[in-house]
Every structure is written in structure tokens, then in C-alpha cells.
């Protein structure tokens, strides 16, 4: 899966997954809440990733579906990246 | 200071959360003259009771006890008090009047009505936000309303510069994530004493994602009036009936008391107490009986009866025992508390131990009790 997404977004998110051993890759379709990602992290997690990244997700984005899998949170975040960049 | 000081100051306190004036079965001289006025006052601050206070001495004709520095600061607060509800009186008409107008149907909770039907209407009752309960579909309507009105949303007022500022992304976030309010609306003022008004509105008798779920259809069903006096006029206001009012106060209060998450920004207040004893103490025999069908035809008992057994600790009342809830108050599920992580949490000593803390409670792990998965169904 290397390649998909930079080194930056997989080493913070993997700051936010408690249940993901260091040596355990970071899966694509894996549910986020199975590697222990709970409602209050993943607005500390939204908020690193917009600092980090310097996006804001809009209001439409902050669900819970965007938070369920990694693919789903670097579809949503690589999407405004482009639209910051572009 | 010592014990018997600390134990006269709570003791006022308490009286003057439930009580309208002092109870004539109780001996005046035997606490008044103990009280430490400096630490009532800091206490008073805290749990945002200096109005309920100084309406309590007034009325009871004890304004002459507390020193004259003191005495002052009391009567202020409870007129700026006064002033800050009619005021808000006069907006929240503004408010549902235009919902009213476009077919929404809305019912004013909390401060703005409690203040006549719970306090008696002498602006005893601390007034923060004008809070509303709205059916959820009506959300978005209800924002393009409140802003036509002149209100703004995702703010915060920032009280160094005095100036609106954005909300907190984690703040924002929390809205989305946890749909069962909106936005706080603000409308900055000038000349008004006070810098904005706040239009809090609910869209959800319980909280989101909880497993205790009551349809808004059935609680907006059939709404009360109370007719508040104000400056110039007196003005009728929807509100919920009384046993929703009582369920909403008990699950709020539960919000508040039951989460880390509050828990570690903010310590309960006395007045949330006081406002579940005076609901219950307001309720016909007939409003028992259709609280008790309500609890149990939605299914809600466990946060019910966790709040009415606080309530009846601290305040001697017994609301458990009026309402049948026994069944749902093992000590596991009462000393619970539910984490930021979604595990739970446990708690030690008594609830009013808690309200008399300046500190949060020190939370330790626990098993998971009865009734907590419906708790925090949506915390994960």
C-alpha cells in the first residue's frame, strides 16, 4: 500500500490509532474505530490534519463516513489538497 | 475557616437553590449567624447562584445578614440578572415569532422559562442563553431564520478583546459530529449591559447516537405556555410540557455530570440539581402519572433514575421512589461515568461531595456497568 498516500498523513494518523502496532501495516479498508480511533480523537485528528496540511474540511465532510478508513479520510484530504494546490 | 462555617454556607446554598424563601420549620438563627460570607460568596459565584441567593435573602427578609459589600453585590446581581431576562424575554419572542411565522413549531427550554415556572419570576434564576427545542428537519430553516434575524453563527466572543471571534475548529467539529444541537447563534449588542445574545438551539430530547431515543414528534406534540413579565409588557412563550421539561432537565443534567469529557472542563452546579427537585415539586399528581408512562414507554429509565437518586442525596427528596426507578440503581451504574475513549469510568463519595468540590471528580477504570452501552452508544 506504500505509495498511496505520503509518509506525513500515514505517521499521524497512526498517532490517533492506539490498537495499530508500529510493525502492522496501515490497511486500507480497515474500519478507523477498530484501531481505536473514538469520536473525541478524531477531532484532534481533524484538526492536526488541517494544520498539517493546511486544508479546512468542509462542513459536508465532517461525518463519521470520512473518518471510517484510511482510504476513505485520504480520499476526502488529498481532494482539498489538490484544491489548495491546484 | 472551619467545618461548622463550610457546613452553613452549603447549607444556605442548598435552601436557597429549592426554596423560594426560608422554610418556616427551620431555625434561621441556627445557620445565618455561622455563615462565612466571603466563602458563600465564592461558592455562590461558582455555581452561578448570587441571584438565586440574593432573591432567596430578600424574599425571606435576611437581606440584613451578609455584610454591607456583600449585601450590594448581591442585590446588583440579581437586577442585572433581572434585566438580562427580560431582555432575553423580549428576544426569544423576536425569535419564535419568526419561526411561528414560517410554520416551525418551537418550544423555549431552560432559563427562559424556568424562570417563571420554576423560580417564580423575580429573576432568581442565573440567565445565560436563550435556549430552543426544534424538530430536526426544521434545522435548516431554523438557521436561514435565526440569521435573517441578525445572529451569527460559529462565533465566540472573546471577553479580552471583547470582540466575536471564529469558533474553535473543535468546536465546529464537535456540531457536526454530535448532531443533536446547532451552532450557537450570537447577535452582538450595544449599550445592553451585556455584549450579545445566544440562541442555543436543540434538535434532540436525549443527546445523539444515544440508545435512549424519544421521536421529537412526541415531545413537540403538545407545547405549554408561560407568560413571562417583562419591562413594558408580559410575553407568552411555547415551552415543553411538564413532564418533557422534566425529562430534558434530568438528561441534561446527566450530559453534564456523566461525561469526561464536561467533567473535566466544568464542575456540575448546585442549580441543576435544584432545578430537577423544583420540576418534580411543580408536578400534579396527573404529571407523575404521565412522567412514569413516558419514562417507561420510552424506555429511558436508567438516565432518569441515575439523575432523580443525585438529586434525592443531596436534597433529602425522593423522586426515585415517586417514580419507580429502584430496579435501575445498582451502585455501579450510579458512581459511573463515561470516558473520552468511550471506556467507562467509575467515581467515589457522595454527589453532593461533587457539588461542593471546587475540582472535578478523580475518575478511575471500571468495568462497564448496566445501562452504560445505551449511554454512550455514539462515543466511539
Known amino acids: ?86 | 475557616m472551619d467545618d461548622t462555617g463550610a457546613a452553613a454556607c452549603w447549607k444556605l446554598l442548598e435552601l436557597a437553590s429549592i426554596h423560594d424563601v426560608f422554610p418556616v420549620d427551620l431555625d434561621v438563627d441556627s445557620i445565618l449567624p455561622e455563615v462565612d460570607w466571603s466563602f458563600l460568596m465564592a461558592a455562590a459565584m461558582r455555581h452561578r447562584l448570587l441571584p438565586r441567593v440574593a432573591d432567596f435573602l430578600l424574599r425571606s427578609e435576611l437581606m440584613s445578614f451578609p455584610p454591607r459589600e456583600y449585601r450590594r453585590a448581591l442585590v446588583l446581581a440579581l437586577h442585572d440578572n433581572r434585566y438580562r431576562c427580560a431582555e432575553a424575554t423580549k428576544e426569544a419572542d423576536r425569535v419564535v415569532r419568526a419561526l411561528a411565522d414560517r410554520g416551525v413549531t418551537v418550544a423555549c427550554t431552560k432559563g427562559v422559562g424556568f424562570q417563571v415556572s420554576l423560580y417564580g419570576g423575580l429573576g432568581g434564576r442565573y440567565f445565560d442563553d436563550i435556549d430552543l427545542m426544534i424538530h430536526p428537519e426544521d434545522k435548516d430553516q431554523v438557521a436561514e431564520t435565526v440569521l435573517g434575524l441578525g445572529f451569527q453563527a460559529k462565533l465566540d466572543h472573546d471577553f479580552q478583546t471583547d470582540t466575536l471571534v471564529e469558533l474553535p475548529r473543535q468546536d465546529v467539529a464537535m456540531f457536526r459530529f454530535y448532531p443533536d444541537h446547532l451552532p450557537h447563534f450570537v447577535r452582538p449588542l450595544t449599550g445592553y449591559g451585556f455584549p450579545y445574545h445566544t440562541v442555543d438551539v436543540c434538535f434532540n430530547i436525549t443527546w445523539y447516537g444515544a440508545g435512549w431515543q424519544i421521536p421529537m414528534s412526541d415531545v413537540l406534540a403538545d407545547l405549554a405556555h408561560v407568560d413571562v413579565p417583562g419591562h413594558d409588557e408580559t410575553i407568552t412563550l411555547p415551552v415543553l410540557t411538564a413532564p418533557y421539561d422534566f425529562i430534558f432537565t434530568a438528561t441534561h443534567l446527566f450530559r453534564e455530570a456523566w461525561y469526561e469529557r464536561v467533567i473535566a472542563r466544568k464542575n456540575i452546579r448546585l442549580g441543576l440539581f435544584a432545578d430537577m427537585w423544583r420540576q418534580w415539586h411543580r408536578l400534579t399528581p396527573a404529571d407523575v402519572q404521565d412522567l412514569a408512562t413516558l419514562v417507561d414507554k420510552h424506555a429511558i429509565a436508567p438516565p432518569i433514575a441515575w439523575v432523580c437518586h443525585h438529586v434525592d442525596q443531596i436534597f433529602g427528596s425522593e423522586l426515585v421512589a415517586g417514580l419507580g426507578l429502584d430496579a435501575y440503581c445498582d451502585e455501579a451504574w450510579l458512581h459511573s461515568a463515561g470516558a473520552m475513549d468511550g471506556s467507562c469510568l467509575k467515581w467515589t463519595g457522595s454527589m453532593r461531595d461533587r457539588v461542593r468540590s471546587a475540582d472535578p471528580p478523580p475518575l478511575s477504570p471500571a468495568a462497564e456497568p448496566r445501562f452504560a452501552a445505551d449511554a454512550r452508544a455514539a462515543r466511539r
Open chain 1, 1 to 86: 500500500m506504500a505509495g498511496e498516500w505520503p509518509e506525513e498523513f500515514e505517521k499521524l494518523l497512526r498517532t490517533y490509532l492506539p490498537l495499530l502496532r508500529d510493525d502492522d501495516p496501515l490497511a486500507r479498508t480497515i474500519g478507523l474505530a477498530d484501531l481505536g480511533l473514538d469520536s473525541m480523537s478524531t477531532i484532534g485528528l481533524l484538526v492536526d490534519l488541517e494544520e498539517s496540511f493546511d486544508v479546512q474540511f468542509p462542513d459536508d465532510a465532517l461525518v463519521p463516513e470520512t473518518f471510517a478508513t484510511t482510504t476513505s479520510l485520504w480520499s476526502v484530504l488529498s481532494g482539498l489538497s489538490d484544491q489548495t494546490s491546484g
